[in-house]
């Protein structure tokens, strides 16, 4: 079983649609990203979050650690969304590595 | 506005062939990460540093090489490329203690061996 789990694997939404996106793990962590890929595109943090709740225009994330869960939101969704969303979790220790969830892709229609 | 540099951002290798991937980041980052991603699989870690002369093993380190003789520059080898290492590799960068920041990526090298 992977430690970091993402689901959906795959959505499509319509354009102005709310979209929710979850990573569930299952290692103590001391950060979880979220990245965007877009097809072909290199890979951009999107976040970092320990606690709570991050928002940046029309993206927002939480998390809860009692839960090891995170979702990433977006409102207002546009066709320029479309790419795959990767969750990252950072288990601590003195290398700071990463483990990656298989990422989800996010299709958005006109 | 460079962040993370990756050249070359493509590589058509044949069997046995050798080369030399290339990672620049100019943030002043401690630590530098050689990344494999391929279809259906997470990004796996290939090689890791930690700072400057250091280099450690990651998940799936065989076949390549890595040296980080500059702070700056982090290069993964490749001294014999077999058709598994066909893949898309990426560099990612970050500070080396928990100052609340993220990692920065490099666009990205997608490597074809036939």
């Known amino acids: 079983k992977n430690e970091v789990e993402q689901s959906p694997q795959n959505l499509t939404a319509q354009e102005g649609e709310f979209i929710t996106i979850n990573c569930s793990y299952s290692v103590g962590i001391s950060a979880l990203h979220w990245l965007q890929q877009h097809p072909g595109g290199g890979i951009v943090s999107l976040f970092m979050?320990?606690?709570g709740k991050k928002k940046h225009g029309r993206l927002i994330a939480t998390i809860n650690i009692q839960e090891k869960h995170s979702s990433l939101h977006i409102t207002a969704s546009h066709p320029r969304d479309s790419a795959v969303y990767i969750c990252?979790?950072?288990?601590?220790?003195?290398?700071?590595?990463?483990?990656f969830g298989k990422g989800t892709l996010l299709t958005v229609n006109p | 506005n460079a962040g993370v540099t990756q050249t070359p951002k493509f590589r058509v290798l044949k069997t046995g062939q050798s080369m030399t991937l290339l990672c620049a980041q100019d943030?002043?980052?401690?630590?530098m990460y050689w990344y494999r991603q391929d279809p259906g699989m997470g990004l796996r870690l290939i090689h890791y540093?930690?700072?400057?002369?250091?280099?450690a093993k990651g998940e799936v380190p065989d076949g390549y090489n890595v040296s980080r003789l500059k702070k700056q520059n982090f290069l993964l080898g490749l001294e014999s490329a077999a058709p598994s290492q066909t893949s898309v590799y990426f560099c990612?960068?970050?500070?080396?203690?928990?100052?609340?920041?993220?990692?920065?990526f490099g666009s990205g090298t997608r490597l074809t061996v036939v």
């Open positions: 979050l320990s606690s």
């Open positions: 943030m002043n980052h401690e630590y």
């Open positions: 990252a979790v950072n288990s601590g220790g003195s290398n700071y590595k990463l483990t």
């Open positions: 990612a960068s970050s500070f080396g203690s928990n100052r609340g920041v993220g990692y920065t």
């Open positions: 540093s930690v700072g400057e002369g250091t280099t």
